[in-house]
Nanobody
């Protein structure tokens, strides 16, 4: 499965952005991870094929993961952005046991 992510950019603190990730094939779980400057990649949110969601504590209540089944696309709506959300965001998809795909990463920069 190939993933194409988009939607990053520069936004002021308190602003919003929406990331998109289009998958080329069938997936069971799709999600977002991020890598802040100088830090390791960390979990942000996942969405299973049957609609179950999971969020990291740091984004819960501010970010929403959703999908368009027809477009095979998952979205990450990010509201109330904070400078600490600045990172490269990566889309991830699991299409089988142990079969993970990663998107190319999209940079989100939140200015204070």
């Amino acid at each position: 499965v190939q993933l194409q992510a988009s939607g990053g950019g520069l936004v002021q603190s308190g602003g919003s952005l929406r990331l998109s990730c289009a998958a080329s094939g069938r997936t069971f779980i799709m999600g977002w991870y991020r890598q802040p400057p100088g830090k390791q990649r960390e979990f942000v949110a996942t969405l299973t094929r049957n609609g179950n969601t999971n969020y990291s504590e740091s984004v819960k209540g501010r970010f929403t993961i959703s999908r368009d089944i027809r477009k095979n696309t998952v979205y990450l709506q990010m509201n109330s952005l904070e400078p600490e959300d600045t990172a490269v965001y990566y889309c991830n998809a699991r299409s089988g046991p142990g079969i993970d795909s990663w998107g190319q990463g999209t940079l989100v920069t939140v200015s204070s």
